[in-house]
């Protein structure tokens, strides 16, 4: 069994930044790709930022130069670090990663709980 918990987020001024960590655990083998997605009242689920195993990274037009995605790969982890943020960027935020377990082998997407990031004064 695999699971994705995230934690770090939270009410934060325009402007302010805020960090966002999702840890993996479990049955393991390989992490292919984690990324960051979010999902506004009212709107689709959107891809924010994702990271590949070998390091490439792909961010939404929206953010790129504020947010920046990292990972610990010792630790199964992927960060968001999110600057200048903006109330647009209010949401509730989900980690995605795509995993081969090494038992049953097998090939998943799978998703975090979410965590709250609002951006107000």
């Known amino acids: 069994q695999v699971q994705l918990v995230e934690s770090g987020g939270g009410l934060v001024q325009p402007g302010g930044s805020l960090r966002l960590s999702c840890a993996a655990s479990g049955t393991i083998l390989r992490i292919n790709v984690m990324g960051w997605y979010r999902q506004a009242p009212g709107k689709q689920r959107e891809l924010v930022a994702s990271?590949?195993?070998?390091?490439?990274?792909n961010y939404a037009d929206s953010v790129k130069g504020r947010f920046t995605i990292s990972t610990d790969n010792a630790k199964n982890t992927v960060y968001l670090q999110m600057n200048s943020l903006k109330p647009e960027d209010t949401a509730a935020y989900y980690c995605?990663?795509?995993?081969?377990?090494?038992?049953?082998?097998?090939?998943?997407?799978?998703w975090g709980q979410g965590t709250q990031v609002t951006v107000s004064s």
């Open positions: 990271i590949s195993s070998g390091g490439s990274t």
């Open positions: 995605n990663a795509d995993i081969i377990r090494n038992w049953p082998i097998s090939r998943n997407d799978y």
